[in-house]
């Protein structure tokens, strides 16, 4: 079973006519419509198994009562090391990405994100990059970019009206914390803290998991435990580390002068939900960041990985 992937459809099985008409479909409830539309339906049934035969063994499931995959389509994504295409996946209540191993048919490094943590920047263009956009949670945050100005419009609508929705179901309010983006190698030569280390072969760059800065081996001897990102104390650098420690001595403070010792910071509050890691994640510095599917060849980097004018993404009707 190969994976599904139609002609765009864009919600409907016709293109849109202008930004305004697709805003207001979206506001009218179209998701809504889409959702009760394919809910229970052959075709959303085959579309899921496709995903889930995609990914293998490797993959969690993500057949569930109610659960409608809405859209996919390759995005890049700003890696630690270089920008890279990933495959993306959004259902009504997550966005699912990975790496792709053989285009529709083989993915890897599966990775589940529940849409009700997640808040969405929109970015400028630079030099290397166009149509960008940042997807922010509590435990990681990234940078993806699309093929062009209307399907990075798009893919802001469809997850923006499905967060909203998530919401009001849940009740649950907007994520305020969110996780620092990773600031790519590439972007400094120099520590960032103490800007006198400089990087080479043999100086390993490193990243603080609180700020998300560059930084060497000196400056992050410290490990910090954020219960909201990782089980595990992670490697932070010597400013985040003093004010993370400032914290939380004083919420402990302000817990014992009301006679009772409450937990740091995050810890009364643990991920609202287990599968959010899902089964690529790495809290390592060697993550899954750094992890191509295919050959090196397989997929061009830089602006001409989308000059080809066809459309990378789909949603469905």
Known sequence: MQCSWEEPSFCGGKKMEGAQRKKSDLKGGKIEKMVDHLVNTEINSQRIAAVENC????????????????????????????????????????????????????????HIIPLEEVTLETLPNTWQAK??????????????????????????RHIEECVRRQLRATGRPPTTEHAAPWIPDKATDICMRCTQTKFSALTRRHHCRKCGFVVCGDCSRERFLMPRLSSKPLRVCALCYRELA?????????????????????????????????????ESDKSDEDKDGGSAGSWPMGLEFYASGVKWSSFHS
Not at 249 to 271: N, S, W
């Open 246 to 282: 400032a914290e939380k001595r004083k919420e402990e403070g302000e817990a014992e002068e009301d006679g009772q010792r409450r937990p740091p910071r995050g810890l009364a509050h643990p991920p609202a939900t287990t599968y959010g890691a899902s089964s690529g994640e790495d």
């Open 131 to 156: 149509n960008r956009w940042m997807i922010k949670t509590s435990k990681k945050s990234f940078v993806v970019s699309a093929a062009s100005v209307s399907e990075r419009e798009e893919w802001i």
């Open 55 to 110: 990914f293998g063994a490797s993959g969690q499931p993500l057949a569930l009562p109610g659960r409608v995959l809405l859209g996919e389509g390759i995005l890049t994504k700003e890696c630690r090391k270089k920008a890279k295409p990933r495959i993306f996946f959004l259902f009504n209540d997550i966005l699912v990405y990975g790496s792709i191993v053989i285009n529709k048919r083989k993915y890897s490094s599966q």
